[in-house]
């Protein structure tokens, strides 16, 4: 039996709310739910953030029939239309939430899956850990929008059972005929992926504020764990050599880590400093107050980087 529409909404928003919370799951705006009603799809507004649904008006309805219409012309470019006056807008990846059969579609980027898919040997784990009577698929890279709605789109013409995505680079997508559903089988994957391999590491002192001879503060990251960046060797080397891993760490912290050997080097530089700034075995700062949405994203960075080893191969998203 259908799923009243009223119902599906109001568990979409309480799931949201609880998920949205936990930033090992959700960080900040990223991810996205949707589901669909007869010829309207209800997808997630861009940049409003999950853990929300239950305060404010997140969703919204976008002409599905117009949608499917395009993307059997191949018309990938298509731009949404929206039923209702608003001054939100659709997510960008809206039109592969409508290229997926399900009712209701999940799209996040957590952490336990983000740490195999940043690898590049990403399919031959998954495949080795997760449930075997599973239908999934694995979609390499594709830059979110057009191009990875139409990978996807794609791969659902050649294995039309899937209920699973795991995009290489970028998170996961799940579809299922309510979000009890898809909420069985997210717990079920980050059981299967999760393994005992997290690294911790402690400082034992507090990094403060740092104040160079041009009057300028360096305010120190109120996220304690995160100066083990630059106090471990391990993990600074990477900040270096792998950072650009996936879509929203880019768009919120930029293209590269600006890190400095030392506060000497740091202080010789006659450019403008970076927003945010590594100083190896001195802390990580910052030259003007981060937004929520900066900070959670790099925790997510710390969070997927700490369940690497030295003897794993990273893969980075091109300059391109």
């Given at each position: 039996?259908?799923?009243?529409?009223?119902?599906?909404?109001?568990?979409?928003?309480?799931?949201?709310?609880k998920?949205?919370?936990?930033?090992?799951?959700?960080?900040?705006?990223?991810?996205n739910v949707?589901?669909?009603?007869?010829?309207?799809l209800?997808?997630?507004a861009?940049?409003?953030?999950?853990?929300e649904?239950?305060k404010?008006?997140?969703?919204?309805?976008?002409?599905?029939?117009?949608?499917?219409?395009?993307?059997?012309?191949?018309?990938?470019?298509?731009?949404?239309?929206?039923?209702?006056?608003?001054?939100?807008?659709?997510?960008?990846e809206?039109?592969?939430?409508?290229?997926?059969?399900?009712?209701?579609?999940?799209?996040?980027?957590?952490?336990?899956?983000?740490?195999?898919?940043?690898?590049?040997?990403?399919?031959?784990?998954?495949?080795?850990?997760?449930?075997?009577?599973?239908?999934?698929?694995?979609?390499?890279?594709?830059?979110?929008?057009?191009?990875?709605?139409?990978?996807?789109?794609?791969?659902?013409?050649?294995?039309?059972?899937?209920?699973?995505?795991?995009?290489?680079?970028?998170?996961?997508?799940?579809?299922?005929?309510?979000?009890?559903?898809?909420?069985?089988?997210?717990?079920?994957?980050?059981?299967?992926?999760?393994?005992?391999?997290?690294?911790?590491?402690?400082?034992?002192?507090?990094?403060e504020?740092?104040?160079?001879?041009s009057?300028?503060?360096?305010?120190?990251?109120?996220?304690?764990?995160?100066?083990?960046?630059?106090?471990?060797?391990?993990?600074?080397?990477?900040?270096?050599?792998?950072?650009?891993?996936?879509?929203?760490?880019?768009?919120?912290?930029?293209?590269?880590?600006?890190?400095?050997?030392?506060l000497?080097?740091?202080?010789?530089?006659?450019?403008?400093?970076?927003?945010?700034?590594?100083?190896?075995?001195?802390?990580?700062?910052?030259?003007?107050?981060?937004?929520?949405?900066?900070?959670?994203?790099?925790?997510?960075?710390?969070?997927?980087?700490?369940?690497?080893?030295?003897?794993?191969?990273?893969?980075?998203?091109?300059?391109?």
């Open positions: 039996m259908k799923e009243p529409l009223r119902h599906t909404k109001e568990s979409i928003e309480c799931y949201c709310k998920i949205g919370l936990d930033t090992k799951l959700v960080q900040g705006a990223g991810g949707s589901w669909k009603d007869q010829d309207t209800w997808i997630k861009s940049g409003e953030w999950l853990a649904a239950s404010k008006d997140i969703f919204l309805p976008i002409d599905l029939k117009h949608l499917k219409d395009s993307i059997k012309k191949s018309d990938f470019d298509v731009i949404p239309k929206v039923l209702s006056k608003t001054k939100l807008r659709p997510s960008i809206t039109l592969f939430h409508a290229v997926m059969p399900h009712r209701v579609v999940l799209h996040l980027h957590p952490i336990v899956p983000l740490s195999y898919l940043v690898r590049k040997d990403c399919f031959q784990m998954i495949e080795k850990k997760i449930n075997p009577s599973l239908h999934w698929s694995l979609i390499k890279y594709e830059k979110p929008g057009s191009l990875l709605a139409q990978e996807i789109s794609k791969e659902m013409i050649r294995n039309p059972k899937t209920d699973i995505l795991f995009l290489q680079n970028h998170g996961i997508i799940i579809g299922g005929k309510n979000i009890n559903e898809i909420d069985i089988i997210f717990k079920g994957l980050i059981s299967d992926l999760n393994e005992d391999n997290h690294q911790n590491f402690s400082l034992n002192n507090k990094v504020n740092l104040l160079l001879e009057n300028i503060e360096l305010i120190s990251v109120d996220i304690p764990k995160i100066h083990n960046l630059v106090f471990n060797n391990f993990l600074y080397e990477n900040l270096k050599k792998n950072w650009a891993l996936y879509p929203d760490h880019v768009v919120f912290l930029g293209h590269k880590a600006h890190c400095y050997d030392s000497e080097i740091l202080m010789e530089k006659k450019v403008p400093l970076a927003e945010l700034i590594f100083i190896k075995n001195r802390g990580v700062f910052t030259t003007s107050k981060m937004s929520l949405a900066k900070l959670v994203q790099l925790k997510c960075y710390y969070d997927v980087i700490t369940r690497q080893g030295e003897e794993i191969e990273l893969n980075l998203l091109s300059e391109n």
